[in-house]
């Protein structure tokens, strides 16, 4: 089944010039601009320390993500779709393992740290920017669509540690958020 999605997805790579520049422009700068986003709301209007509270824990978030995906390598080592004739590589070719995707972490430890902070609209913004940038990954044809999947479920548990153990007001969180 992965496989053919995975088939499926990355199918028009290659075929249109317009989409195939689209995506892979997504997948090179989208996480960039996500964190850009995220980076200026330090210095946004509203309730500042809330705020900043909320673009700590997504980066707590993105960087623990990351973290765990080096651990994940280390027990598992998935060659990259290309590399097995599943699919059509545009963009130059990944050195390290296929699972999980950091893409796919990165992006959803940032969605989930907004969205447990009770911020819908800006949440949606990102979500969709989001399933852009994973959606990029298996159709330039770097990732499997379940390297996706455990990309998500990274982040998923990266901003829910993250959540659980940095709480907003603390010691520590008042002397991040008083920064600058």
């Known amino acids: 089944m992965d496989k053919l999605i995975t088939i499926a997805?990355?199918?028009?790579a290659g075929g249109h010039p317009l989409l195939d520049n689209f995506m892979i422009v997504t997948t090179q700068f989208g996480v960039p601009l996500m964190v850009a986003f995220v980076a200026l709301h330090w210095w946004g209007p509203?309730?500042?320390?809330?705020?900043?509270?909320?673009t700590t824990t997504a980066g707590i978030s993105f960087l623990l993500g990351l973290g765990i995906n080096q651990i994940i390598l280390l027990l598992f080592e998935r060659i990259r779709p290309y590399d097995a004739?599943?699919?059509h590589l545009i963009i130059a070719p990944s050195a390290d393992p296929s699972?999980?995707?950091?893409?796919a972490t990165a992006v959803t430890a940032i969605v989930v740290a907004f969205c447990c902070a009770g911020l819908p609209k800006r949440t949606v913004f990102l979500g969709l920017a989001a399933l852009l940038v994973m959606w990029s990954r298996v159709y330039v044809g770097t990732h499997y669509a379940t390297d996706v999947l455990g990309g998500m479920a990274t982040g998923?548990?990266?901003?829910?540690?993250?959540r659980l153990f940095y709480r907003e007001g603390?010691?520590?969180?008042r002397?991040?958020?008083?920064?600058l």
């Open 46 to 54: 509203g309730f500042r320390s809330h705020v900043r509270y909320i």
């Open 99 to 103: 699972f999980p995707s950091d893409h």
């Open 175 to 179: 002397w991040v958020t008083s920064i």
């Open 156 to 162: 998923l548990c990266a901003a829910i540690i993250t």
């Open 170 to 173: 603390n010691r520590v969180d």
């Open 9 to 12: 997805l990355n199918a028009p």
């Open 85 to 87: 004739g599943v699919t």
